[in-house]
């Protein structure tokens, strides 16, 4: 089993589950709710909703959970770019991006070092000319194996449920000494971090000058690399 699932597997397990329990015939998909006002008359929430055919149609609900999320799914962040109107090129949200995007054979540039940017650039190695990461800030980067040899083990001598259970409070401890340790001594553990991306890419690499953020680790999030490919596609 994948030690980090891709967004793929993601998708399908929330399938999976959804219709397991009987989820998924109850969820009015291609639906957008344009607003919500609560009555104090009939004590209900008034919720108007926006069908995938434009035409608009009112509920009524005792309880309204809201559950969007962080993003802007309508249009995510795109600021302005000096000269864009020149660009003779594609400038592609990765949100929006269209599914048969050809890229092969063409120069990249992909803007951010963030978690998207860390998944695009080894994706795209394969296929582009040339793919160049453009960075504003960096931050701490760690890696693991994609494969979790561990799991895989159990599972051929345990029944599902054991070993995910087991493999699932293994992940949940380590993750918690992970933190807590980083979390009591930034020093040392900004010192091991930056050692561990310096045996990946080498010493020729700037590596205080392109993976030491200005704030200590765990003050923001880290990114996890599978099998270290961001780092194989940088030394390509």
Known sequence: SKAIADGRSIRKYVRQTADEFGITDRIQFDTKVVAADWS???QSWHVILKTASGESEQITCGFLFLCGGYYNYDQGYKPEFPGEASFKGQIIHPQHRPEDLDY???KVVVIGFGATAMTLVPAMTDKAAHVIMLQRSPIYVVFGPAVDKLANSLRKFLPASWACGLI???NVLFQQ???RQIRAHPEKACERLLAMVREELGPDYDVEKHFTPFYNPWE???C???DSD???ALKA
Do not use: E
């Open 40 to 42: 104090g008359i009939d």
């Open 104 to 106: 092969a054979g063409k």
């Open 168 to 170: 699932r409070w293994r």
């Open 177 to 179: 000494f992970f933190f």
């Open 220 to 222: 923001q999030r880290l």
């Open 224 to 226: 996890l690399v599978p």
């Open 230 to 232: 961001l780092f194989t």
